[in-house]
Protein backbone atom coordinates (compact mmCIF):
# COMPACT_ATOMS: atom_id res chain seq x y z
CA UNK A 1 0.00 0.00 0.00
CA UNK A 2 1.34 3.35 -1.32
CA UNK A 3 0.82 6.13 1.21
CA UNK A 4 0.74 9.58 -0.17
CA UNK A 5 0.68 13.42 1.39
CA UNK A 6 1.55 16.37 1.03
CA UNK A 7 4.27 19.25 1.61
CA UNK A 8 3.67 22.60 2.35
CA UNK A 9 5.78 25.43 3.72
CA UNK A 10 4.23 28.52 6.15
CA UNK A 11 5.74 31.82 7.23
CA UNK A 12 4.53 33.08 10.52
CA UNK A 13 0.83 31.35 10.52
CA UNK A 14 0.76 32.36 6.45
CA UNK A 15 0.29 29.70 4.19
CA UNK A 16 3.76 30.21 1.37
CA UNK A 17 3.94 26.95 -1.17
CA UNK A 18 3.07 24.31 -2.26
CA UNK A 19 3.72 21.92 -5.31
CA UNK A 20 1.66 24.20 -7.43
CA UNK A 21 2.89 27.45 -6.52
CA UNK A 22 6.57 25.68 -6.78
CA UNK A 23 5.86 24.55 -10.39
CA UNK A 24 4.75 28.29 -11.37
CA UNK A 25 7.68 29.65 -10.15
CA UNK A 26 9.48 27.19 -12.12
CA UNK A 27 7.93 27.70 -15.43
CA UNK A 28 8.03 31.14 -14.74
CA UNK A 29 12.46 30.63 -14.24
CA UNK A 30 11.91 28.25 -17.87
CA UNK A 31 9.60 30.78 -20.04
CA UNK A 32 10.17 33.83 -18.51
CA UNK A 33 7.06 35.30 -19.16
CA UNK A 34 4.07 35.22 -16.64
CA UNK A 35 1.36 34.46 -19.06
CA UNK A 36 2.93 31.40 -20.27
CA UNK A 37 4.03 30.38 -16.77
CA UNK A 38 0.26 30.38 -15.83
CA UNK A 39 -1.03 28.76 -18.71
CA UNK A 40 1.78 25.58 -18.23
CA UNK A 41 0.46 25.66 -14.62
CA UNK A 42 -2.82 24.99 -15.75
CA UNK A 43 -4.07 28.81 -14.11
CA UNK A 44 -5.10 31.98 -15.01
CA UNK A 45 -3.05 34.72 -15.39
CA UNK A 46 -4.78 36.88 -12.25
CA UNK A 47 -4.67 33.25 -10.87
CA UNK A 48 -0.73 33.25 -11.31
CA UNK A 49 0.25 36.66 -10.10
CA UNK A 50 -2.50 36.72 -7.22
CA UNK A 51 -0.12 33.18 -5.97
CA UNK A 52 2.99 35.28 -6.59
CA UNK A 53 1.89 38.20 -4.66
CA UNK A 54 0.63 36.11 -1.73
CA UNK A 55 4.13 34.51 -1.72
CA UNK A 56 5.60 37.76 -1.90
CA UNK A 57 3.54 39.11 1.29
CA UNK A 58 4.25 35.84 2.88
CA UNK A 59 8.33 36.01 3.14
CA UNK A 60 8.71 39.97 2.94
CA UNK A 61 10.67 40.22 0.07
CA UNK A 62 10.15 39.62 -4.16
CA UNK A 63 10.82 36.67 -5.42
CA UNK A 64 9.32 37.31 -9.12
CA UNK A 65 10.74 40.19 -11.13
CA UNK A 66 9.86 41.96 -14.05
CA UNK A 67 11.82 44.12 -16.85
CA UNK A 68 10.81 46.41 -19.54
CA UNK A 69 12.46 46.90 -23.06
CA UNK A 70 16.38 46.67 -22.56
CA UNK A 71 18.72 45.04 -25.37
CA UNK A 72 16.63 41.81 -25.20
CA UNK A 73 12.74 42.95 -24.16
CA UNK A 74 11.20 42.82 -21.28
CA UNK A 75 10.22 39.46 -19.09
CA UNK A 76 9.57 38.48 -16.17
CA UNK A 77 12.36 35.99 -13.69
CA UNK A 78 12.87 34.61 -10.54
CA UNK A 79 14.92 37.16 -7.93
CA UNK A 80 17.74 35.09 -5.80
CA UNK A 81 15.07 34.47 -3.24
CA UNK A 82 12.83 32.87 -5.61
CA UNK A 83 15.23 30.81 -6.95
CA UNK A 84 16.27 29.31 -3.11
CA UNK A 85 12.28 28.78 -2.59
CA UNK A 86 12.04 26.67 -5.28
CA UNK A 87 15.76 24.97 -4.85
CA UNK A 88 14.64 24.10 -0.90
CA UNK A 89 11.00 22.72 -1.85
CA UNK A 90 13.15 20.52 -3.93
CA UNK A 91 15.17 19.70 -1.82
CA UNK A 92 12.78 19.04 0.86
CA UNK A 93 10.01 17.24 -1.02
CA UNK A 94 12.60 14.61 -1.92
CA UNK A 95 13.12 14.22 2.17
CA UNK A 96 9.16 13.92 2.53
CA UNK A 97 8.82 11.09 -0.23
CA UNK A 98 11.52 9.03 1.01
CA UNK A 99 10.27 9.63 4.82
CA UNK A 100 6.37 8.30 3.22
CA UNK A 101 8.07 4.92 1.52
CA UNK A 102 9.32 4.39 5.00
CA UNK A 103 6.18 4.89 6.56
CA UNK A 104 4.48 2.84 3.87
CA UNK A 105 6.74 0.02 4.27
CA UNK A 106 6.45 0.01 8.37
CA UNK A 107 4.45 -2.75 9.29
CA UNK A 108 2.80 -1.42 12.55
CA UNK A 109 1.20 0.92 10.47
CA UNK A 110 -0.80 -1.53 7.78
CA UNK A 111 -3.97 -1.86 9.81
CA UNK A 112 -4.35 1.53 10.02
CA UNK A 113 -3.64 2.45 6.50
CA UNK A 114 -6.00 -0.25 5.31
CA UNK A 115 -8.63 1.45 7.74
CA UNK A 116 -7.96 4.56 5.95
CA UNK A 117 -7.70 3.29 2.26
CA UNK A 118 -11.25 1.46 2.98
CA UNK A 119 -13.01 4.92 3.83
CA UNK A 120 -11.26 6.76 1.33
CA UNK A 121 -12.65 3.71 -1.71
CA UNK A 122 -16.47 3.90 0.21
CA UNK A 123 -16.94 7.96 0.91
CA UNK A 124 -16.64 10.67 -1.12
CA UNK A 125 -16.72 12.94 2.11
CA UNK A 126 -13.99 15.63 1.51
CA UNK A 127 -13.55 15.75 5.58
CA UNK A 128 -12.33 11.90 7.26
CA UNK A 129 -11.52 13.48 10.88
CA UNK A 130 -9.70 10.56 13.75
CA UNK A 131 -11.42 10.91 16.45
CA UNK A 132 -11.87 9.24 20.22
CA UNK A 133 -15.16 9.08 21.89
CA UNK A 134 -14.95 10.79 24.91
CA UNK A 135 -18.68 11.25 26.33
CA UNK A 136 -22.17 9.47 25.52
CA UNK A 137 -25.54 10.53 26.25
CA UNK A 138 -28.91 9.17 25.61
CA UNK A 139 -31.14 11.44 24.22
CA UNK A 140 -34.62 9.99 23.71
CA UNK A 141 -33.93 7.66 19.94
CA UNK A 142 -31.19 9.29 19.61
CA UNK A 143 -27.36 9.50 21.58
CA UNK A 144 -25.53 12.55 21.93
CA UNK A 145 -21.40 11.32 20.94
CA UNK A 146 -18.57 13.66 22.30
CA UNK A 147 -15.50 13.03 20.15
CA UNK A 148 -12.01 14.63 20.83
CA UNK A 149 -9.96 15.43 17.41
CA UNK A 150 -5.75 15.23 17.21
CA UNK A 151 -5.01 18.73 18.70
CA UNK A 152 -7.95 18.51 21.69
CA UNK A 153 -11.02 20.41 20.49
CA UNK A 154 -14.29 18.47 20.69
CA UNK A 155 -17.05 17.73 18.02
CA UNK A 156 -20.58 16.76 19.18
CA UNK A 157 -22.88 13.88 16.46
CA UNK A 158 -26.06 13.28 17.08
CA UNK A 159 -26.93 9.52 15.95
CA UNK A 160 -29.73 7.02 16.45
CA UNK A 161 -29.28 4.72 19.42
CA UNK A 162 -29.25 1.98 17.27
CA UNK A 163 -26.54 3.33 15.43
CA UNK A 164 -24.33 3.60 18.34
CA UNK A 165 -24.97 -0.45 19.57
CA UNK A 166 -24.67 -1.34 16.11
CA UNK A 167 -21.16 0.34 15.52
CA UNK A 168 -20.51 -0.86 19.39
CA UNK A 169 -19.51 2.68 20.41
CA UNK A 170 -18.16 3.04 23.84
CA UNK A 171 -16.05 5.68 25.84
CA UNK A 172 -12.56 5.53 24.54
CA UNK A 173 -13.79 3.71 21.09
CA UNK A 174 -11.81 4.99 17.44
CA UNK A 175 -13.75 6.24 14.91
CA UNK A 176 -13.95 8.82 11.80
CA UNK A 177 -16.23 11.61 11.60
CA UNK A 178 -16.94 11.51 7.90
CA UNK A 179 -18.17 15.79 6.93
CA UNK A 180 -18.91 16.62 3.12
CA UNK A 181 -17.49 20.29 2.85
CA UNK A 182 -20.79 21.90 1.96
CA UNK A 183 -22.05 20.81 5.69
CA UNK A 184 -19.22 22.92 6.83
CA UNK A 185 -19.88 26.03 7.23
CA UNK A 186 -18.85 29.96 8.93
CA UNK A 187 -19.70 29.85 12.65
CA UNK A 188 -22.06 32.56 13.71
CA UNK A 189 -22.39 34.19 16.94
CA UNK A 190 -25.32 31.96 18.26
CA UNK A 191 -23.19 28.65 17.42
CA UNK A 192 -22.64 27.67 20.87
CA UNK A 193 -21.18 24.85 20.20
CA UNK A 194 -19.42 22.29 17.82
CA UNK A 195 -17.51 25.15 17.39
CA UNK A 196 -13.85 24.47 15.69
CA UNK A 197 -11.04 26.41 15.54
CA UNK A 198 -8.70 27.47 13.21
CA UNK A 199 -6.55 29.34 10.51
CA UNK A 200 -7.70 29.51 6.75
CA UNK A 201 -4.49 28.14 4.87
CA UNK A 202 -6.04 28.63 1.16
CA UNK A 203 -8.91 30.10 0.04
CA UNK A 204 -10.39 30.01 -3.54
CA UNK A 205 -13.19 30.64 -6.05
CA UNK A 206 -14.46 27.47 -7.55
CA UNK A 207 -17.39 28.60 -10.40
CA UNK A 208 -20.15 29.96 -8.35
CA UNK A 209 -18.72 28.47 -4.58
CA UNK A 210 -15.20 28.92 -2.47
CA UNK A 211 -13.31 26.72 -0.92
CA UNK A 212 -12.01 27.15 2.15
CA UNK A 213 -9.02 24.86 3.52
CA UNK A 214 -8.72 25.35 7.70
CA UNK A 215 -5.97 23.99 9.59
CA UNK A 216 -7.50 23.76 12.95
CA UNK A 217 -5.57 24.62 16.00
CA UNK A 218 -3.27 21.33 16.41
CA UNK A 219 -5.27 19.53 14.73
CA UNK A 220 -6.26 18.33 11.05
CA UNK A 221 -7.05 19.99 8.25
CA UNK A 222 -10.70 20.87 7.45
CA UNK A 223 -12.24 22.09 3.96
CA UNK A 224 -15.42 23.73 3.81
CA UNK A 225 -17.56 24.88 0.73
CA UNK A 226 -19.45 28.27 0.76
CA UNK A 227 -22.12 29.12 -0.84
CA UNK A 228 -21.90 31.80 -3.62
CA UNK A 229 -21.94 35.95 -2.19
CA UNK A 230 -20.60 34.75 1.43
CA UNK A 231 -17.34 36.59 2.01
CA UNK A 232 -14.27 35.07 1.79
CA UNK A 233 -11.89 35.48 4.80
CA UNK A 234 -8.01 35.73 3.61
CA UNK A 235 -5.32 33.44 4.28
CA UNK A 236 -3.60 33.09 7.36
CA UNK A 237 -7.05 34.51 9.18
CA UNK A 238 -8.20 32.86 12.79
CA UNK A 239 -11.78 31.24 12.02
CA UNK A 240 -14.76 29.43 13.66
CA UNK A 241 -16.32 26.80 11.43
CA UNK A 242 -19.69 24.38 12.68
CA UNK A 243 -21.12 21.45 11.75
CA UNK A 244 -24.75 20.46 12.53
CA UNK A 245 -24.33 17.71 14.75
CA UNK A 246 -26.82 15.40 12.74
CA UNK A 247 -24.80 15.61 9.27
CA UNK A 248 -21.60 13.98 11.36
CA UNK A 249 -21.45 10.33 10.12
CA UNK A 250 -19.52 7.97 12.48
CA UNK A 251 -17.82 4.88 11.00
CA UNK A 252 -16.17 3.08 13.69
CA UNK A 253 -12.48 1.94 13.39
Known sequence: M??????????????????????????????????????????????AWDAVDAMNKATGS????????????????????GAELVAAFQRYQQEHQTFLQRLSE???????????NRLRLRTSARNQLYARVVRLEAQDMNDRITLQLDGGQQLLALITHASTE??????????FALIKAPWV???????????LEGTVVQAQHSGNSAELQVQLADGPLLVASLSQGQPLPKMGESISLWVEPEQIILCAV
Open 62 to 81: PLVERSVGGKGGGGTRLTAQ
Open 106 to 116: DSSLQPYLQVM
Open 185 to 195: RIAQAHDSENR
Open 2 to 47: KLEGQLWFAHEGQNLAGQGRIELLQQIAQTGSISQAAKAAGMSYKT
Open 166 to 175: RLGLSQGAEV
